[in-house]
């Protein structure tokens, strides 16, 4: 089982002889968080740092997980990869074509599941969330004003809806409107996995119970 888990990022011969006290701190919070003598409060903590810098750095492992939702009536799961834009206590927000067929699923099933993995720290999350999408007021007018002037402004200005069938790769042209939305997750459960080389540590938290659990 333990032999499963892919582990190539590991140095073999385990911490190299001299490390820099730059490379040490960078190291510091993730040795720590390895460390058994971690308890849940920490480890929840440092998953929740995680994803808050994961909104605000591109290069971080977890800024684009895969978010799995319920489609075709219940009878199917879809998944795809987003951004992960805006993190606050609980709640982590995408940007999306308010077109997208991930947002009727929503609409119509209003659950999904991210799944983020970080090769640096060996930790997988799954975040189960009830979603919402949002197509007007005051936050969707405010991250429609800064995503404009970038590259990314086009996703959300095509005239056909993702989707649509195209006689050539390059038949998309640019609408009269914009079709931008968030949807906002509220997580509810959190499912935690560290592959160790010593053993792997699994956690569960939800609002009212939290604990270890077999990986
Ligand atoms: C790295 C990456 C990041 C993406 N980020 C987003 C995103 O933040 N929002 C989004 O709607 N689609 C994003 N996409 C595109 C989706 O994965 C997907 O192809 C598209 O949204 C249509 O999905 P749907 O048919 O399930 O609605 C991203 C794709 C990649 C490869």
Redesign the pocket.
């Known amino acids: 089982m333990r032999q499963s888990y892919a582990r190539k990022s590991q140095h073999s011969s385990g911490q190299p002889a001299h490390l820099s006290l730059r490379t040490l701190s960078a190291l510091s919070g993730r040795v720590l968080m390895q460390t058994p003598r971690s308890t849940l409060d920490e480890i929840y903590a440092a998953i929740w740092n995680e994803l808050t810098r994961a909104a605000v750095d591109r290069h971080h492992p977890w800024r ?1 997980p895969v978010l799995a ?1 319920i ?1 075709n009536q219940g009878q199917l799961a ?8 805006e993190v606050t206590a609980g709640h982590l927000t ?4 308010a077109r ?4 009727t ?1 929503i609409e119509e099933h209003p659950y999904g599941t991210f799944v983020f993995w970080s090769p640096q720290l060996h930790w997988q999350v799954r975040a189960e969330a009830h979603l919402t999408v949002v197509r007007g007021g005051e936050r969707v007018t405010q991250a429609w004003h800064q995503t404009q002037t970038s590259p990314q402004a086009r ?1 959300y200005l095509a005239a056909q809806a ?2 649509t069938a195209l006689r050539e790769p390059t038949d998309a042209v640019m609408g009269e409107g914009v079709s931008f939305a968030l ?1 906002d997750a509220a997580v509810t459960r959190i499912d935690w996995l560290e592959l160790g080389r010593a053993g792997h540590r699994r956690a569960t938290w939800t609002e009212n119970a939290r604990g270890w659990v077999q990986p």
């Open positions: 684009t939702t489609a879809d998944a795809r990869t987003v951004v992960v834009r995408i940007y999306t074509d997208s067929p991930k947002v699923q996703d993702p989707g949807i």
